[in-house]
């Protein structure tokens, strides 16, 4: 047992609690009224019933605590992890190689890349691939690579970490840009699946895991994010759809969809951010850059820096939830190592009518 007190299990647990007790309190109301039972007097108050509820409440919220910290072992098992040059996805290889699994990380520059030294040093049960998730070439060599290098038991779990990101207005960013970015995030998923499912379908015991890093930005809008949303929208839809056809082979899809964890990573710098703005702007048509006017522009550009540099800097919580992903025995289709504020944001923006979030957000 390994228990899992992120707040992203903290709510799944409330959400359990919450509704077995809607459940309790409508099944105490029922019986309150008819006493089957002949209760009587004795339990014609609400007290009584009120403390069967909580009581009902508590056993829903510590089962599913119970039931989140149940792990498979991990000595073994075979796993694929893309996107390992930095960040999460080297976080991750880093932490399956020591709990003793065999990693396959895949690197864009396998040679001579920082990341890909590092991993190299961690001896026989790390496997650095050279891996362009965008060139299908790369893909194939790299299936074989891992199919000649496989433990007995096959490959277990693929971890689709690769990612790009950018921002922008839908009018500031180029279409090629948009296509650039649905190569890597969506189809380079797409070109690692079909690859990579084949191997684990042939696992000698069976069953098997994908986790398919998203973002809070498949769950919802936001100003100046239209091409990422785009990208990572799809994610979410590509995800849902193979894990509902994977059930054939007892192979579950998960989806991590991390908060703002820009800080933690190098996708952005505010040097990088200012670099990409300047080159946006000067591409931008006169018309538009007219429109919107140099004075909105740069403070699209500072909110753009705002967001990126006050995020968290501790990358454990997404690499936490993709290996839980990957080793739980009943796993979710869905992980958010997000903040208080995202969590709560993404729920309004799935549960609520759309007004509500763009009145609190936008």
Known sequence: ?????????????????????????????????????????????????????????????????????????????????????????????????????????????????????????????????????????????????????????????VVNNAGLSTFGHVEWVPVTTGQRLMDVNVWGMVRVLQAFLPLMRQRSRGGGRVVNVASMMGRQGATNRSTYCVTKYGVEALSDCLRYEMRLWDIHVAIIEPGNFVNATDIFTPESIRRYADTLWSQMPQHVQRAYSKQYYNSVVNDMVHYATKGPTDRTPVVDAMVRALLQRFPHARYQPMEPYYKLRTWVATHCPEWVYETLYM
């Open 1 to 157: 047992m390994d228990p899992d007190l992120s707040l992203d299990a903290v709510w799944r647990g409330a959400t359990a609690a919450a509704a077995a007790a809607c459940a309790a309190a409508a099944g105490a109301a029922a019986l309150r009224a008819l006493d089957p039972w002949g209760l009587g007097e004795a339990w014609a108050g609400w007290g009584p019933w009120g403390a069967a509820v909580a009581s009902v409440a508590a056993l829903a919220f510590a089962a599913s605590l119970c039931l989140d910290a149940s792990l498979l072992p991990a000595q073994g098992r075979a796993v694929l992890v893309t996107g390992c040059d930095s960040g999460f996805g080297l976080d991750v290889a880093l932490r399956l190689h020591r709990l003793g699994c065999t990693v396959f990380a895949g690197c864009l520059q396998a040679a001579g890349g920082a990341g890909a030294k590092k991993l190299a040093r961690r001896g026989a049960r790390m496997h650095v691939l050279q891996l362009d998730v965008t060139n299908q070439e790369q893909v194939e060599e790299a299936r074989r690579v891992v199919e000649e290098r496989l433990p007995p038991e096959g490959l277990w779990g």
